[in-house]
């Protein structure tokens, strides 16, 4: 079987030229511009790691971003885009069950796929001749294929319940995101126009206006709803420690998203929450349509699937699928940096930032943990358990003496003699004795 990697890299010649070629496919859209201005024939992404891939370009290079890019394309999501998720899922499979997670994330795009509504894109972009017809040859050749794997997959599922447990986990997701969007066509338009914004470069873009009035009642609800709940000790790194909870529905997802942008726009500082937020290195925890909804439920370490077929296992086909995204234009560093913590001396005002000032050299933390079985995350295959915290006491501060962190992130619930943490001059935490105070600028 001739495969789609071969294809792409012969295809990836006419995406490299800064002009494209008479008859071939147009140069990729530049990584600032919004999605809403790429062609359809744009949408068409050739293998990860050549110059020129749209995917890589934009932050979208994973098998994880693929399915987020379909997403957030949403109805502008072009019959060019569709062959080319296709062709990148479908990537170096065999005819047979071990397939099988490829179909059910990518099995209902497979079988959507138009290629007389591809034929007319291709050919309303300018692309003609020999290019037209070797895009046109290979698509219907690797599609026969897609779709011939997805028949073996689906008739091993009519005799084995486990396999139709699974593959019924999609279905899932469409009507959970179904039900989301419903509701929520508003918000997840803000969230996919603030992250174009973002990409923009400029703080100062139009886009951003009234987006702080718009995204923060959303979050605050959010923060004050999932906040009580989530555990004292969020992992290592405390940024995505918090985001993983807050993310963890559709609804949380796209608020919190939404609401870092914003604060990308805002403040310095704000490049923190949005690359907690926006960049994941587990692709289970984006939730932004149905494609990654589905893989937010395949991923799910505690899921659980017994099947008749005893060869089949989840835990090989999902390697690939582990690896999350990293936005382009942002440094996922800052999510990252070393925490500034102590117990606050002062909180001094100074118009757009305020002043926080530690006082001793010791700040009320946990001076012993005791694991749990309960999985708080799996990161690159490394499986992390919640932890509760078993003996309180003071613990030393290391860190400097006087921080500036944004005024309008600066929580109302954050008072003198509260201890909190700040990273990248970003408020992460804020608490009192055993009582969390405040989550990202948001009072409990």
Excluded at 210 to 239: H, R, S
Excluded at 282 to 293: E, V
Aim: net charge neutral; aromatic share 8%.
């Amino acid at each position: 079987m001739r495969t789609i990697a071969c294809f792409a890299v012969a295809l990836s010649m006419s995406l490299v030229p800064a002009i494209a070629k008479a008859g071939e496919l147009k140069e990729p859209p530049d990584k600032t511009a919004p999605f809403a201005s790429w062609s359809p024939t744009q949408q068409y992404m050739i293998e990860e790691g050549n110059r020129g891939d749209p995917r890589t370009e934009y932050g979208y290079g994973t098998e994880s971003g693929m399915l987020l890019l379909a997403d957030e394309l949403g109805d502008k999501f072009s019959e060019s885009g569709r062959v080319s998720l296709v062709q990148k899922c479908f990537r170096n499979t065999k005819p047979d069950t071990s397939a099988t997670l490829q179909w059910a994330l990518c099995g209902s795009d497979a079988r959507a796929v138009d290629l007389k509504k591809l034929d007319a894109e291709l050919t309303a972009d300018g692309v003609t001749g020999k290019p037209h017809d070797e895009i046109m040859q290979r698509s219907k050749e690797e599609l026969d294929n897609v779709l011939k794997i997805g028949a073996a997959i689906d008739a091993a599922a009519k005799s084995d319940p486990g396999l139709t447990k699974y593959l019924k986990f999609t279905d899932d997701a469409k009507a959970e995101w179904a039900a989301y969007i419903g509701k929520n066509k508003d918000a997840f338009d803000r969230y996919r126009a603030l992250k174009d914004t973002v990409r923009s470069g400029k703080s100062n873009n139009p886009g951003f206006a009234g987006c702080y009035e718009a995204t923060l009642p959303a979050f605050t609800k959010l923060v004050k709803a999932v906040g009580p709940k989530i555990p004292w000790d969020v992992g290592n790194d405390q940024l995505p420690g918090y985001m993983k909870y807050l993310e963890a529905t559709p609804e949380g997802y796209i608020t919190t998203v939404a609401w870092a942008a914003c604060a990308w726009s805002a403040d310095a500082a704000g490049e923190a929450p949005y690359a907690a937020a926006a960049n994941t290195d587990f692709g289970g925890n984006i939730r932004a349509g149905w494609r990654t909804l589905a893989l937010s439920k395949y991923l799910d370490p505690e899921l659980k699937v017994k099947f008749a077929d005893r060869s089949l296992s989840p835990s090989n086909w999902t390697f690939q699928w582990k690896y999350g995204v990293k936005m382009s234009g942002i440094n996922e560093i800052t999510a990252i940096q070393t925490p500034q913590m102590g117990a606050i001396a002062s909180i001094k005002a100074k118009d757009d930032s305020t002043s926080i000032t530690f006082k001793g050299s010791t700040v009320d933390g946990c001076l012993q943990w005791a694991d749990t079985n309960k999985v708080q995350s799996v990161n690159n295959g490394n499986v992390q358990y919640e932890r509760v915290c078993k003996k309180r006491g003071q613990v030393q501060n290391d860190l400097g003496t006087e921080d500036d962190i944004p005024t309008k992130y600066v929580s109302k619930g954050t008072h003198v003699g509260d201890s909190i943490t700040i990273i990248h001059k970003f408020p992460v935490v804020s608490w009192k004795g055993k009582k969390v105070t405040a989550i990202l600028g948001v009072a409990l």
